[in-house]
């Protein structure tokens, strides 16, 4: 009896492992519903971040998929965050300047109102979300009224004592290129306000912080530098932290338009995909002035390389085909690439790198990837099923083979079942204990990269 128990044991301790394993992948920024990474969010904008014991706490209060705003109410109380219930009219909401707890319908959710500017309102779901521009005449008919005022430190009718210009039209700015913009601060109460930088919302966003504090009465200028990733427009964040009891966190947005550079890609990200062993190409154009010269493109992938096929220049203009060709020896797996231009033109140096997206399956791909035998008697026969999708007609020309270290492995019958060749395997174990083993599959006597099976298992005597 002992003897069965403790085997059962091992098996649960065996799946918890490959559950947390798993687990490990997930997302650990998830929360439960809208009103639980809304309650984070209006923590964080309070100067105190969620952590995990925290947001457990939060979700426990409400842990289905909906809320009420008794629960976010409930939630707040959890993690000692104080706030105070009441109903708005469309005048309130405009007049709103400090981060509150809003609920919206069609379709009901929560989010956090953070002020209301001529461009729109700015909302913030979660901690993780920058602020979103939401259009007011959209916005509005959405509103519920109830809402949920953050006491913070000021109580929820202080005055804010921070004055900066929260919202930041930049107007058209180049792709992919540094601008600096300034952020006016004021200090409006009577002792020093210090000011530092919490966070940005990506690397595109570089604030510089202040020397020193802003004294009472006065007013300091942050410089931020811009460098908008894309074409297109583009709203970034930066969220300062200040030792205003009323305004823990500001979090100031930048909006406005990018454009290309004179010279750039089309397209600006180029995707590869390729089955280990074939290699594959893509082509890229390259706009740029009448007088730029490609000499090179040099990559930090030494599997991929680029070759200017064609060049055709105007008086104003010149566009180069560029072919990108990766060789069949790539290895197995997702890979990102840049690849700059280089030239003897000025002009090169303002042209964005070029990112390159590959992919590379194995020639072959099995499923499952994990067999889970549990409990097994050493030197008995285990059998699985394995099914391996692949171009090569491995069912017929039978030079499929399996290799491992710690176990015998053989493939005892071969079919085909809806255009997969299926391979019944049988294992035999001749180790005590923990069997964590990878099966490598083999084609003419050579391991196909990337095709593998683990086996799991616990060996034992009779």
Request: charged share 20%; hydrophobic share 45%; proline share 7%.
């Amino acid at each position: 009896m002992k003897e069965r128990w403790g085997r059962w044991t091992t098996q649960l301790v065996l799946l918890w492992l490959l559950c947390a394993s798993a687990a490990g992948h997930a997302n650990d920024r998830s929360y439960a519903n809208c009103a639980v990474a809304a309650v984070a969010a209006l923590s964080f904008l309070g100067g105190r971040s969620l952590e995990a014991a925290d947001l457990r706490q939060v979700s426990a209060v409400q842990p289905a998929a909906t809320a009420t705003m008794l629960d976010a109410r409930a939630m707040c109380a959890a993690v000692g965050l104080q706030v105070t219930p009441t109903r708005w009219t469309v005048e309130d909401f405009e007049r709103c300047s400090r981060p509150t707890l809003i609920a919206l319908r069609n379709p009901d959710h929560f989010t956090v109102l953070l002020d209301v500017q001529p461009l729109g309102a700015r909302l913030m779901d979660s901690p993780v979300d920058g602020p979103t521009l939401y259009p007011w005449s959209e916005l509005q008919p959405r509103l519920v009224g109830l809402v949920l005022v953050p006491d913070y430190d000021g109580g929820p009718d202080a005055d804010g004592d921070v004055w900066t210009n929260r919202v930041i039209d930049v107007g058209g700015m180049t792709a992919a290129t540094a601008t600096a913009t300034a952020v006016k601060i004021e200090n409006r109460g009577e002792i020093p306000l210090d000011v530092s930088v919490l966070r940005s919302t990506c690397g595109c966003t570089v604030p510089v912080p202040l020397e020193a504090p802003v004294p009472p009465g006065g007013h300091a200028t942050m410089e931020v530098l811009l460098i908008p990733d894309a074409p297109g427009p583009f709203e970034q964040h930066v969220f300062l932290e200040t030792s205003s009891p009323s305004l823990p966190v500001v979090a100031v947005s930048f909006v406005g338009v990018a454009t290309a550079h004179a010279s750039s890609f089309t397209p600006s990200v180029v995707s590869i995909q390729s089955v280990h062993g074939q290699g594959a190409q893509n082509a890229v154009d390259l706009m740029g002035p009448p007088d730029l010269i490609v000499r090179d493109m040099p990559s930090s992938n030494p599997h991929l390389e680029a070759v200017v096929t064609r060049s055709i220049r105007t008086e104003t203009s010149s566009q180069h085909h560029i072919e990108l060709r990766l060789d069949p020896e790539a290895p197995v797996g997702d890979h990102t690439a840049w690849m700059e231009v280089e030239s003897s033109q000025k002009a090169a140096a303002n042209i964005r790198p070029l990112e390159v997206r590959i992919s590379v399956r194995p020639i072959v791909e099995i499923s499952p990837r994990l067999v889970f035998l549990g409990d097994v008697r050493v030197g008995s026969m285990a059998r699985s099923v394995v099914l391996l999708d692949t171009e090569l007609d491995l069912d017929l020309t039978g030079r499929i083979g399996l290799l491992t270290e710690n176990m015998n492995v053989r493939i005892v019958r071969r079919s085909v079942d809806g255009g997969k060749a299926k391979c019944e395997i049988e294992m035999s174990i001749h180790k005590l204990g923990l069997i964590d083993e990878r099966v490598l599959l083999t084609y003419r006597g050579k391991v196909i990269p990337g095709a593998e099976v683990r086996v799991v298992a616990w060996a034992h005597e009779e």
